[in-house]
């Protein structure tokens, strides 16, 4: 019998071959594959083996069955899957042939069971690997959808209006038609977070575990409760447990970055400066010109780098300190679309207006108080106003006034029963006229002093147009009745002519015949003031700022500045902040008229007071600041107006040949600058001056002052090429070498009428000096000695030139001329000498005086002889 191989035996059983080589291996058959060739009773032996276990078979095709139904459910799943496809259409081909062959046999059908445990395993495997290829693209499809999800929120898009309806949405995806979990994608894209959880839900139903378990972080990171992996079920692991740590760990994430994002929140409110650029523009920009960037921002509200950067754009170019005019700053708010409007200040710096107004205020307020009046007395030369103001200040000040001794502070106060009464202490000369014109501004009434007599004179007709311009009433006093030849009458009669009718005539000129020398009828006299000021209801608030005006002033050693102020309304203390004239200060001390040191000053009360930066003049108002800073800079700014002021109002004026120029330029005014050491000087020699008339041509004094020449005198006669005269004052060294520098004539005189003379003469054309004073040199005192017989000795320096022994010499002391003499002897140690050059020391006396000081200047000149020019 021919053998059989064991392909055909497996075919005949349909069996697979590789089960019936097992088992013939099994069997103990030498077989190694489906071609090795079997004997006949191995064959049976074969066959029966497996007749015997077909209980076994119909068990294996139970399980053939129960995997068929997996795969049926497998392949509804995957549709997509060719191989499925494949394994099913063999898996039908096999249950036709299985319904083909109904009467086939038991060894048939173990055949097909046997071919039926190898498929389904096969199956399963790529099920499983299938299974793992899909969670991956789960995976990536839902981080996908995820991620456009987002997107699409963030931007939503008019085109991709997802529909409610999840079909719908399959169909619009060619992709969706092929895999259910393609179905993910698209409905992911839906924006409610509601649809989407109604989409999990439904894919709930269909898709396996892993397309749950990868849901969960979405839907959770979507509502954000931060509570992903409590949303798999309890006791799940593998795969899902992968997702769930995964899920886990985005959790966490995921709460890292909501902390953050919390602590982040809480620091903004930190970042307060940022609020700054949020604040509105303002509607009107009211600006000051001058203002820069950083001004401009605070009233923009925003940075002045933005400021800089818009007027960059705008062609301007600047920094954020750097000052912007006018039409800068509009050009800025028109950007900004804002209107902009100039500040309009009031000019502090008008004292004369603050004056005016406190003075009006003082009249409506309720603090007003009775005040002394305020008295000048007037008249005629020799008519005897000294003489009266002499009794008045002997006989009712220091008899009153235990320890009194009147000062001359320009004014001082009577006391007559227990009421005060000021005078102010005009001297009567002609070249004092404009004083007494001012004495008239603050003066409440004037006496008229008419010497009994002489009668009516050209100054006290010039007293009376004075008081009557001025509003002031006037009493008149008719002085000298102790005089045998006194006509009282005959006064009265001239008087009359000028409308100041008695009253005993039905006028209201009050009348009084006194004689100053005896005091006859002086208490009358006080009397009908005070009368008169009853009548007048002269009130003043002592509660307000002070103003004042000044009566005198001057330069004192050692005490600086010196102003004689009255007091006209409120109340001056010492250490007030005060505006005088052009110049501005503290008050440092204040002095009565008796001399002594008073704290504070009322109304009408005359006071000396120190603490200015410089001599203000005659008639100055006095104005309290409520601050130093504000004093400060109000003065400071009107002694610039002040010099600017002088500057513009300058002729061009050439000194040195003053005739020829006079005559080449057809000039009308000479230009002189005049100081003095004392006021009293500047006016008398003003009033001198400028009552010459050449041919026409007059003198104007276009700058005068108290103290030294300086700097600033030089440059403003340079500038208008005026001449100065000093009137018992010395340039200083740099005004000096300035002068020299810049040509400008400096004249120095001691003598009023040697300076008028001398500018009549070069108006003329006439100024041939003869002699003419040189300076030879220039000592610093360094020392005295007192010795008795002979004097102060000088033990001084020469700084410049020479000293002679027959060297005029005078002595200066802050600028001021204190003496002017002749050196009587000078000494080099023991030795007399003739001539002490510059760097050497001397010893000098100067005749007929003694009071050298350390630190005076001495100045040692000669007459020298002039040839005409
Ligand atoms: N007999 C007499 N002489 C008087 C009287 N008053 C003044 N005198 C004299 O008149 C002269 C001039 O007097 P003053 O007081 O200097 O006159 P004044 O008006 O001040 O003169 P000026 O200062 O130059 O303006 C002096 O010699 C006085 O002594 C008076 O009542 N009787």
């Not at 972080?217 to 799940?236: A, D, I, Q």
């Not at 002093?449 to 311009?469: F, L, N, R």
């Amino acid at each position: 019998m021919a053998k059989e191989r064991i392909y055909e035996v497996a075919k005949e059983l349909g069996i697979d071959n590789k089960v019936v080589v097992d088992k013939a291996k099994d069997l103990g058959f030498d077989v190694t594959n489906h071609m090795s060739s079997l004997e006949d009773s191995q064959v049976n032996q074969l066959k029966s083996s497996f007749q015997n276990s077909a209980p076994a078979n119909k068990k294996q095709e139970k399980s053939s069955k129960k995997n068929n139904k997996i795969k049926i459910s497998v392949s509804s799943i995957r549709k997509n899957e060719k191989k499925s496809e494949n394994d099913n259409q063999k898996h039908k081909k096999n249950n036709n042939r299985r319904r083909n062959n109904r009467n086939h046999d038991h060894a048939q059908r173990n055949e097909r069971n046997h071919e039926q445990k190898p498929a389904a395993r096969d199956l399963l495997k790529q099920f499983k690997q299938k299974q793992r290829a899909e969670e991956s693209t789960l995976n990536k499809q839902a981080q996908k959808a995820k991620k456009e999800y987002h997107e699409q929120l963030k931007h939503p898009r008019k085109d991709n209006k997802p529909t409610n309806n999840p079909k719908k949405n399959i169909k619009e995806s060619p992709k969706a038609e092929k895999t259910e979990t393609k179905v993910i994608g698209p409905k992911i894209l839906k924006p409610s977070p509601a649809r989407l959880k109604k989409n999990q839900s439904s894919i709930k139903k269909e898709i396996p575990k892993v397309a749950l378990s990868n849901e969960a972080p979405k839907e959770n990171n979507n509502r954000g409760n931060g509570h992903g992996r409590n949303t798999g079920k309890p006791g799940r692991k593998g795969k899902n447990q992968f997702f769930n740590n995964h899920n886990e760990h985005s959790d966490r994430q995921e709460r890292r970055r909501r902390k953050n994002k919390k602590r982040q929140h809480e620091q903004v409110p930190k970042k307060q400066p940022t609020q700054r650029k949020e604040r509105p523009l303002p509607d009107v920009l009211v600006y000051e010109e001058g203002m820069n960037a950083q001004d401009l921002g605070k009233l923009l509200h925003r940075e002045p780098a933005e400021l800089v950067k818009k007027l960059f754009m705008l062609g301007v170019m600047t920094n954020q300190n750097q000052s912007l005019d006018k039409d800068t700053i509009e050009l800025l708010a028109a950007e900004y679309g804002i209107e902009a409007k100039q500040k309009v200040h009031e000019d502090i710096s008008d004292i004369d207006k603050l004056y005016d107004k406190r003075m009006e205020a003082s009249k409506k307020s309720d603090h007003q108080v009775k005040r002394p009046p305020v008295v000048t007395i007037m008249g005629h030369v020799d008519h005897g106003k000294t003489t009266l103001l002499d009794r008045l200040r002997h006989t009712h000040v220091s008899a009153h006034e235990a320890g009194g001794i009147t000062q001359k502070i320009g004014a001082y106060q009577v006391r007559l029963d227990d009421r005060l009464i000021t005078f102010l202490d005009t001297p009567g000369h002609a070249a004092f006229s404009n004083m007494r014109a001012r004495g008239a501004e603050i003066t409440d009434i004037v006496v008229l002093v008419v010497a009994a007599d002489d009668g009516v004179m050209p100054q006290t007709i010039e007293a009376i147009d004075h008081a009557k311009s001025a509003g002031v009433p006037i009493i008149v006093a008719i002085n000298k009745m102790d005089v045998p030849g006194a006509n009282p009458q005959h006064v009265t009669e001239q008087l009359m002519k000028y409308n100041l009718i008695p009253e005993d005539y039905g006028g209201d000129t009050i009348y009084v015949n006194i004689s100053a020398k005896t005091g006859e009828n002086v208490d009358d006299l006080l009397q009908m003031i005070l009368l008169q000021s009853d009548v007048m209801e002269l009130q003043a608030d002592p509660k307000q700022m002070a103003i004042g005006t000044v009566i005198e002033a001057r330069l004192s050693r050692g005490r600086g500045p010196v102003a004689d102020l009255l007091i006209q309304q409120g109340t001056l203390n010492v250490g007030d902040p005060i505006v005088v004239g052009n110049t501005f200060g503290r008050v440092r001390t204040m002095t009565n008229d008796r001399g002594r040191q008073v704290k504070k000053a009322t109304p009408s009360m005359p006071v000396e007071i120190t603490g200015l930066n410089s001599v203000p003049e005659s008639a100055d108002k006095l104005v309290e600041f409520e601050d130093e800073k504000t004093a400060r800079s109000v003065g400071e700014s009107r002694a610039q107006q002040a010099l600017q002021k002088s500057r513009e109002n300058v002729q061009h004026v050439t000194l040195d040949n003053l005739f020829d120029t006079m005559k080449k330029e057809n000039m009308k005014e000479v230009d002189i600058v005049l100081k003095a050491d004392v006021q009293g000087s500047v006016e008398a020699l003003q009033q001198s001056l400028e009552k010459i008339n050449v041919e026409g041509v007059r003198v104007n004094i276009i700058h005068s002052g108290v103290g030294a020449i300086n700097e600033s005198d030089v440059t403003l006669a340079g500038a208008s090429n005026a001449f100065i005269i000093g009137f018992n004052v010395r340039p200083t060294a740099t005004a000096k070498s300035q002068a020299e520098t810049d040509g400008v004539d400096i004249r120095l005189y001691s003598i009023i009428y040697k300076a008028i003379d001398d500018v009549t003469a070069a108006m003329k054309g006439m100024l041939e000096p003869t002699y003419e004073e040189k300076v030879t040199g220039n000592l610093t005192v360094r020392e005295t000695w007192k010795v008795s017989k002979v004097g102060t000795i000088a033990g001084a320096f020469v700084d410049s030139g020479y000293v002679t022994r027959d060297s005029g010499i005078r002595v200066i002391r802050d600028g001021v001329v204190v003496y002017d003499g002749k050196v009587a002897s000078l000494k080099r140690f023991q030795d007399d000498v003739k001539q002490v050059k510059q760097g050497f020391d001397c010893g000098l006396t100067i005749e007929n005086y003694n009071d050298i000081k350390i630190d005076d200047q001495l100045e040692a000149y000669e007459m020298q002889e002039v040839k005409p020019q």
